[in-house]
């Protein structure tokens, strides 16, 4: 399963990249602290499972839930945090996400959770347009063609 790791912090994301270590089946494609390298990597890499911290970039992490299922509806999306408001669960589920971990007590259930899914996620990035756009419902200005 090909995983991609979105977190604002190095820490985190190093402790997830030595935990996927221990399972050849889990491999961790890219990571990145910065949305809109995330984004680039949504569009040009195919994913199985993207782990997003909620709270990247003052929240734009829900932002970009909805920029990856346009690009790659298939891919899983596990959502991180340590803020364990219910409102910030159902707004996250309502925006396509397939699983919701706390950070400081859910870390171990990540591997079975991404060994457990589906197939490989299907590529979409030839479909959609790029532009600048200042709407906070569409950060991004991701565009169907």
């Known amino acids: 399963m090909n995983v991609v790791i979105v977190d604002d912090s190095k820490l985190i994301r190093d402790q997830l990249k030595e935990l996927f270590s221990e399972y050849p089946e889990i491999a961790v494609v890219a990571d990145t602290d910065d949305i809109a390298e995330a984004l680039m990597i949504t569009s040009t890499m195919i994913v199985d ?9 003052n929240r734009r992490g829900l932002s970009l839930l909805k920029c990856i299922k346009l690009i790659n509806s298939s891919a899983k999306i596990i959502m991180m945090t340590n ?30 959770t991404i060994l457990s899914g589906d197939a490989p996620g299907e590529h979409k990035s030839s479909q959609f347009i790029f532009r600048r756009t200042n709407s906070e419902d569409n950060f991004f200005g991701i565009t169907r063609l």
């Open 83 to 112: 803020d364990s408001d219910n409102s910030y669960y159902s707004f996250a589920k309502k925006l396509g996400v397939d699983f919701f971990f706390d950070k400081a007590n859910e870390f171990s259930k990540l591997p079975g």
């Open 49 to 57: 499972f993207f782990i997003v911290d909620i709270s990247i970039s």
